[in-house]
């Protein structure tokens, strides 16, 4: 079979994308991302032959970010994460079935846990990929974002052994910077702050302030409440941690991923930047979760 020109079968590739889910794809060359991602969790880590990387992205439901009940919504938000995966594995099977060997990088969990304390890993960091693959740039907020979803979106990838034509990265700034700033002031634990990179400010989260607050009912909250109910020196109040609302949580959170992460999302509701059609209600949500510290901490923190 002759061998077709580059930058046909990368428009298929990325039709086939559109078509299977996918909100909006790019592609970064492998060589590229070797050079700028600057930790060791690089593509050629995991498949040697490595050529390209394919980052997708699938904007949850608007409608449901504005949802009054945080578990409804991230209930869909995990949804999102389910369909990225499936649709980067439709991707990769149908570049398999062309001859070439591709594998997929989960866009939520699993992921590579290390040593217990030092946090969750994903085998590559989606949002810098989709940066490199010309799909957005990373504001203050420290997610990844683009101009038709603002942070409303979310991010898979595979990586192939096919070569494909790489997207220019985006050189338009979309985030607003400091004279926008909501995502820093609205942050109801003050997780964001910003710092002074090489080119100009950028955004700095601290994860131990913002983490218990986005998995709500995550592996902390889960670990704390059965160290309870093991110390726990008198049996009735023992059996009462047990048969708790918060042990129906856990349960839930276990089978259906609600709750594990992305629950506050204040930061990124708030930012104006983003075409897509959205329910005012939702800024006006994330503005009373803001205001009142006091809901806020009934919502979120366990
Ligand atoms: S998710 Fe919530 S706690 Fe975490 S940085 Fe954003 S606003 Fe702050
Ligand atoms: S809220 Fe403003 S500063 Fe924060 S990411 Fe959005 S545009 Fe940038």
């Known amino acids: 079979m002759a061998k ?4 046909e079968i990368t428009q298929e590739i990325k039709q086939y994308a559109l078509e299977v889910g996918a909100d909006l794809v790019g592609i970064a060359s492998v060589e590229h991302l070797e050079r700028v991602i600057p930790t060791d969790w690089k593509p050629r880590r995991w498949l040697k032959e490595g050529k390209s990387v394919i980052s997708i992205a699938i904007a949850p439901l608007h409608g449901s970010l504005a949802c009054t009940d945080d578990n409804l919504k991230n209930y869909s938000n995990q949804k999102v994460l389910q369909s990225l995966d499936t649709t980067a594995f439709r991707i990769a099977k149908h570049i398999e079935r062309l001859g070439y060997p591709t594998i997929l990088i989960p866009a939520g969990p699993p992921t590579d846990l290390h040593e217990p304390g ?32 603002g942070p409303r979106v979310y991010f898979g990838s595979v990586i192939t052994t096919l070569d494909l034509e790489p997207d220019p990265k985006m050189e338009k700034k979309i985030c607003l910077g400091e004279t926008c700033n909501l995502c820093v002031e609205a942050c109801p634990t003050g997780a964001l702050s910003v710092a002074q990179g090489s080119d100009g400010p950028v955004g700095v989260v601290d994860k131990r302030k913002c983490q218990p607050n986005a998995q709500s009912w995550g592996l902390m909250t889960a670990l704390r409440h059965i160290r309870d109910m093991v110390v726990e020196p008198e049996q009735s109040r ?65």
């Open 4 to 7: 077709r020109p580059i930058g």
């Open 118 to 149: 030092k946090g969750m890993w994903g085998w590559i960091s989606q949002r810098h990929v989709a940066v490199e693959a010309g799909l957005g740039e990373i504001g203050l907020n420290t997610s990844a974002m683009t101009p038709q979803y």
């Open 238 to 302: 023992q059996l009462d941690l047990l048969f708790s609302e918060k042990t129906w949580h856990i349960w839930q959170s276990f089978i259906t991923h609600v709750g594990i992460d992305g629950m506050c999302g204040v930061c990124l509701d708030i930012c104006p930047v983003g075409k897509h059609p959205r329910p005012h209600s939702l800024k006006e949500k994330a503005l009373a979760v803001h205001k009142d510290k006091a809901a806020f901490k009934e919502r979120y923190c366990r």
